[in-house]
């Protein structure tokens, strides 16, 4: 289900969908309006109110509620678009996979017995330089 209808007639409260808006507000808050952004912010991560947020603004609670639906609305559009937060969720398995083979190869090389006496240090050098760059 696209994240823009999930949240058009509610917002988002509960902390799945209060984390899932402080991602995208992340994202993508310099996309919004000044306004946009203090309300969003105001509401997702100080927890105020949407009479707090109200009486800041001289508006109705129902003005706070519209604009803040508009504008998650807004940042879930812009992610169906853009697609930045599934980007990075796509580099964080990938970069996790790698690590997990690399934790393998590093396992099996301790284990390994070199008949010959070579020396793996170089090998191990490779395997440390390839973990520091994950």
Not at 12 to 38: H, I, K, N, S
Not at 57 to 80: I, M, Y
Not at 123 to 134: N, T
């Amino acid at each position: 289900m696209p994240l823009q209808r999930t949240f058009s007639s509610r917002l988002p409260r509960a902390l799945d969908g209060r984390m899932a808006v402080v991602r995208l507000f992340d994202a993508y808050a310099a996309l919004l309006t000044e306004r946009q952004r203090v309300m969003v912010r105001m509401y997702y991560h100080d927890d105020l109110s949407l009479g707090e947020i109200a009486s800041r603004f001289n508006v109705t609670r129902q003005a706070v509620f519209d604009s803040l639906r508009r504008s998650v609305n807004e940042l879930g559009s812009l992610e169906e678009r853009l697609g930045l937060l599934a980007a990075r969720d796509r580099q964080t398995r990938v970069r996790e996979t790698l690590a997990a083979r690399l934790a393998e190869v590093e396992e099996r090389l301790a284990r390994l017995a070199d008949p010959d006496g070579a020396d793996l240090g170089g090998l191990r050098s490779a395997l440390r330089a390839l973990r520091d760059a994950l």
